[in-house]
């Protein structure tokens, strides 16, 4: 089993729909939590960090639960610019990052 | 330029052969980590680096080393390329290991192995 599990998709969502993403983590010892974009055959980028109190980023928001051990990414009002891969991550140990494989997102007009 | 660089950006190398991806930033980011992403997998640690001369292993170490003499450096070796090895790698680095912060990526070395 994976330490960070998401669902692979792809969404298919149309222009102004809202989705959600969910992610869990089988490490209970895992601090920090994140969301990276990663645009075809490029590099990850930060999309946003993971707050216990949940967190919003404009259309963006991000939701932890840790007795759960489960993290989620909604987006709202989805962009054909926001088709891309949503990768969630952990920081364990308080070094090393485990990405999950990542959920595509395929919006469309 | 500032930053984190990869090179070289892409390789085509024989089984058998080593090989050595390089990873330079220049931010003076105590963390180094190096990806591997292949379909279905997403991305797999291989092997992270806290500070110079300080390397642990991730996910997938077999077959690979690295060596972190200076801190802005980061190569990894290949010692015997094999196909499965053919992948696309990336190189992070990180101010520090704790808290919520973040970790940029370099741009990627597309690697085959033929």
């Known amino acids: 089993r994976k330490e960070v599990e998401q669902d692979p998709g792809p969404f298919n969502v149309p222009e102004g729909a809202t989705v959600a993403f969910n992610c869990t983590y089988s490490?209970?010892?895992?601090?920090?939590f994140f969301w990276y974009r990663q645009d075809c055959r490029k590099e990850p980028k930060l999309l946003m960090s993971?707050?216990?109190s949940g967190n919003e980023d404009g259309r963006f928001t991000a939701q932890l639960n840790r007795a759960s051990q489960y993290i989620s990414l909604l987006i709202r009002d989805s962009k054909l610019s926001d088709s891309a891969t949503y990768l969630c991550?952990?920081?364990?140990?308080?070094?090393?990052?485990?990405f999950g494989t990542g959920t595509r997102l395929q919006v469309f007009p | 330029d500032a930053g984190i660089t990869q090179s070289p950006r892409y390789k085509i190398t024989e089984t058998g052969r080593q090989v050595t991806l390089m990873c330079h930033q220049t931010?003076?980011?105590?963390?180094m980590f190096w990806y591997r992403q292949d379909l279905g997998h997403g991305l797999r640690l291989i092997y992270y680096?806290?500070?110079?001369?300080?390397?642990d292993k991730g996910e997938v170490p077999d077959g690979y080393v690295v060596s972190r003499s200076k801190t802005e450096n980061f190569p990894l070796t290949l010692e015997s390329a094999t196909r499965s090895q053919t992948s696309v790698y990336f190189c992070?680095?990180?101010?520090?290991?704790?808290?919520?912060?973040?970790?940029?990526f370099g741009q990627g070395t597309r690697l085959t192995v033929v």
């Open positions: 992070a680095s990180s101010p520090t290991g704790s808290g919520n912060t973040e970790a940029f």
């Open positions: 490490n209970s010892a895992s601090q920090s």
């Open positions: 993971v707050y216990s």
């Open positions: 991550v952990v920081r364990q140990n308080h070094d090393k990052l485990i």
């Open positions: 931010w003076s980011h105590s963390y």
């Open positions: 680096s806290a500070a110079a001369d300080i390397t």
